[in-house]
């Protein structure tokens, strides 16, 4: 190992009191996830191996709110997958958006539903007529 790898290793990590070293990237992700709520905790899942978020629901229950992954992500990475998850903030605007798709759908299908009528009931006319003998009705203002 070159001298500037062993610097460069040295410096991602932090002696902190009571702590221990810390890697510095594991610190500003923790900060990252705190300071977007503080009830959330970020710590590795002991049977996964993944990076959770955890919500603290009192002293001694957490729940995982949202999974990294196996590699701890960049902080900018971690605070926009919050924000793209964050129900409790963006709860509304997901509901509409989820809105807006099922409204279109169902648009579409009743759209699709009136042209397939449509289509059937010009072919039972076209029926009618043909092979019940009925004479096509003209309509003369």
Known sequence: MTDLNRIANEELKLYIPGQGMV???LRRAMKTVSDYDDRLI???????????????LGPDR???VIGFGKELPHPDEIRNTLERADTHRHGDKLLRQIQET??????EKRQAATEGL???A????????KYMGLKPQIFIP
Do not use: S
């Open 23 to 25: 890697d510095l990237h």
């Open 42 to 56: 970020l710590a590795r899942h002991e049977h996964t191996g993944d990076w959770v978020a955890f919500i603290q």
């Open 62 to 64: 957490m729940f995982p």
């Open 102 to 107: 099922n409204d279109r759908i169902q648009r």
């Open 118 to 120: 449509e289509e059937a």
């Open 122 to 129: 010009e072919y039972a006319d076209f029926g009618f007529r």
